[in-house]
C-alpha cells in the first residue's frame, strides 16, 4: 500500500514542490494539505495518514505543539518536522515533541521524502541527518574546564581566603598559588577576583556555601 501522507506548510509554494515531489514516488500520496496547527491536528484525525509532515513555524503557533497533540492522539503516526531553523535546540525541541524525523526546508525534496518512509516504518524512532553530531555537541561539557586542583583554588577565593591563605589550605607555595589563580582567570576570561567569581557563579562553578 502507498505511503498516505499529510502536508502542513503555510507556505503554498512549498506545499507545491512537496507534492510534486511525493506524486513522481511511486509508493507515496497526498492525502490532504493543511496551512496551521489547527489544521494540522484537525486532518490527522480526519484523514489517518501515515505520515504527516508539520512545519515549525505556522501561523496560529508552533508545529511541535502540533506534533505533541498528534502524538498524543496517535502513537504510531509518522511525524516529520520540517523547519527552516535547523539548529541543534530546534532538533532536540523535535526529538522531545515526538517527531518521528527532522529535516530542515534547504534540504533537498529527496531527504524529505526519505524522512517520511522512515516515520511510516519507524515512528516512533527519531531520525535527522545531523543527529548523531548534535548529541555529541550535547555531551560535551560546556564553559572552561578547570583542573580539580583549579577549582579548589576558585572555591578558596569565593571563600575570601587571600593567596597566603590558599597556599596554607592546599599545603602549596604561593607561586603555584599565583600560577593556578592565573590559569583560572584565563580560562574564565576575568581580569580579577571579582569578574572571576562572577563568571564562576553564572557557570554554576561554585558551590553554595552551608554555613
Known sequence: ??????LIDDHHLIREGLRRAFEREGDC???GEGGT????????????PDVAIIDVRLPDGSGLDAIRAIRTQHPVMGLVVLTMYAGDDQLFAALEAGASAFVPKNAPAEDVILAARHAAASPR????????????RRMEPRGPQLSPREKEVLQLLADGFSVSGISKQLFISESTTKTHISKVYDKLGAGNRAQALMSALKLGLLRQSTE
Open 1 to 6: 500500500m502507498p505511503i498516505s501522507v499529510l
Open 29 to 31: 500520496h497526498i492525502v
Open 37 to 48: 496547527v489547527a489544521e494540522a491536528i484537525r486532518e490527522a484525525s480526519l484523514l489517518m
Open 125 to 136: 524512532s527519531f531520525s535527522a541527518a545531523d543527529l548523531a553530531d548534535a548529541m555529541r
